[in-house]
């Protein structure tokens, strides 16, 4: 259990250090304001990423199964891709980032439509419940069904994000037709 422990906390923590040195490394982006709504959003981010850290080293909390063995193989399965397509799609939209509590379209930003872009348009959102979904599996509790409460508002997000992309980014409603939001070939 130590090992998976370490696995998953090891994986967040990759996580959280690609995100934080390509954010830092587009430093020619507009600085992004620091309202007190923007403030509160990232604390309460941070908030629930410790309280995840914490729970990895706690023992089974609300546990699903006696005897989790399966359950932890399929959630460890299931974090990997999550973890995997995350960063990936994240290494693969460069300095096409702009922050999720912006939502901006930046002066030089393009249509990203290779790698996991080529098949689904949020390749990090869908990567990042995959995460959350495989560590809650992982870690044989009920908390799992915390991401079926987050996924509609995943889901609205990325809506909103399309309506905004499609209005201001040349191409992208183009792009919007040829791929699917979340599950390549289906969703």
Not at 122 to 131: A, Q, R, V
Not at 141 to 150: A, K, N, Q, R, T
């Amino acid at each position: 259990m130590l090992a998976l422990q370490i696995y998953l906390l090891s994986g967040l923590v990759l996580h959280k250090v690609v995100w934080e040195v390509l954010k830092r490394k587009a430093e020619e982006k507009p600085h992004e304001p620091h309202s007190a709504k923007l403030l509160v959003i990232k604390a309460f981010k941070i908030f629930i990423l410790l309280g995840i850290m914490i729970q990895i080293f706690l023992p089974d909390f609300l546990p699903i199964a006696e005897n989790p063995r399966m359950l932890r193989i399929i959630g460890a399965v299931i974090y990997t891709a999550g973890l995997l397509t995350a960063v990936a799609a994240r290494f693969q939209l460069g300095e096409n980032w702009a922050n999720i509590e912006t939502g901006q379209v930046l002066p030089k930003q393009r249509v990203v439509a290779r790698g996991v872009y080529g098949f689904i348009r949020h390749p990090i959102y869908t990567g990042d419940l995959l995460l959350l979904l495989g560590l809650e599996l992982a870690l044989n509790s009920w908390l799992v069904l915390g991401v079926f409460i987050l996924a509609p508002v995943v889901m609205l997000k990325a809506v909103r994000e399309e309506r905004m992309l499609s209005e201001k980014l040349p191409g992208y409603e183009d792009y919007r037709a040829r791929t699917k939001r979340f599950i390549p070939f289906v969703v």
